[in-house]
């Protein structure tokens, strides 16, 4: 099988990739800074180098001592709310970084990539759900620090022939079946980790925003359980090995859900009460994304398996409960 880098594999949905590759029967080398990163995910079996994406040394480094045939790119930011607050780190980190990362891939005659992407590409939508080739119209840096890394890679593949598979995640969340393994991110700002955690420590959750365009004024997602996260990426990695070429999908439901919803669920998996304040709507944030996912589904054969809200809500309990 074919040795796979992972970067960004000690973070939340990098380090449930490893472990899916590993069960595939692929080689992975793992690249993380650990900035935000968790060293103890990393698997015993798995070669680790600890730097930047965009380090030309260290890349050429691991060419030399692993080379690998794919990239799978994680690592970068991921909050919106910081990204309001500091942009610069975002449009660094997130397309700067991925830059010279590409062009030093690039020069190493590596020419296979998975981007991680976001729905945040979209901003506002024109229309629910969303198809990929609708308005692409951030209303943060953050998800603008993404969507010039799309354009990147639309350019290097025209040019260089670079080949890649850009998902556009909607909202990653859960756990493995067995709460094994879960999220944790630092800083934390996705609503079920956060609003699991002042359950489990008796604290108040905060709820922003209830004046949003939807049926019952709270924002609304499509959540995709990790698990089901790792396999788009799955089958992403064999469409590009063997159909070269530039490619995007969204990567969600076509269900969305509110936070009122979500806060229900939550109370309804837990048998808890969960005690919640209301507040401002935070800037940046859309009405409402739900993913149009006929095109990963007819071209990849993509069907979810584990992302009913309840099961989301079941596995990230059990994985807060552990931890």
Not at 272 to 289: C, H, I, T
Not at 302 to 319: M, V
Request: charge should be negative; aromatic fraction near 12%.
């Amino acid at each position: 099988m074919a040795k796979i880098l992972v970067t960004g594999g000690a973070g939340y949905i990098g380090s449930f990739m490893v472990r899916g590759l590993l069960e595939k029967g692929y080689e992975v080398v793992v690249l993380d800074s650990l900035e935000r990163g968790n060293p103890y995910v990393i698997p015993e079996n798995v070669s680790f180098y600890k730097g930047k994406v965009g380090d030309r040394e260290l890349l050429e480094k691991i060419a030399q001592e692993n080379p690998f045939e794919a990239v799978i790119h994680f690592a970068g930011y991921i909050s919106m709310k910081e990204s309001m607050e500091n942009p610069s780190l975002y449009f660094e980190q997130n397309t700067y970084q991925t830059l010279q990362f590409l062009e030093n891939l690039k020069n190493l005659d590596k020419k296979y990539i998975i981007f991680s992407s976001t729905a945040g590409v979209y901003g506002n939508p024109e229309r629910v759900p969303i198809h990929e080739d609708d308005r692409k119209d951030p209303t943060n840096p953050y998800g603008e620090s993404k969507l010039m890394v799309e354009r990147i890679l639309y350019w290097y593949n025209k040019i260089y022939s670079v080949n890649y598979a850009v998902l556009r995640y909607f909202n990653a969340c859960g756990a493995s079946l067995d709460g094994s393994f879960g999220e944790k991110h630092t800083p934390e700002t996705h609503i079920i980790p956060v609003a699991l955690q002042a359950l489990k420590e008796e604290k108040e959750f905060i709820l922003y925003g209830t004046d949003y365009n939807t049926p019952d004024g709270t924002c609304v997602r499509d959540y995709v359980h990790v698990l089901d996260l790792v396999n788009a990426h799955m089958l992403a990695l064999e469409k590009i090995l063997n159909n070269p070429g530039g490619y995007t999908y969204n990567v969600g439901t076509g269900k969305g859900y509110s936070n009122r919803e979500i806060v229900g669920m939550i109370e309804e998996v837990t048998g808890r009460k969960l005690n919640y304040g209301e507040r401002e709507r935070r800037p940046g944030d859309a009405d409402e994304l739900v993913a149009d996912v006929t095109r990963i589904k007819d071209d990849l054969g993509f069907e979810p398996q584990y992302s009913d809200l309840k099961t989301i809500i079941e596995t990230a309990w059990e994985w807060h409960n552990k931890v």
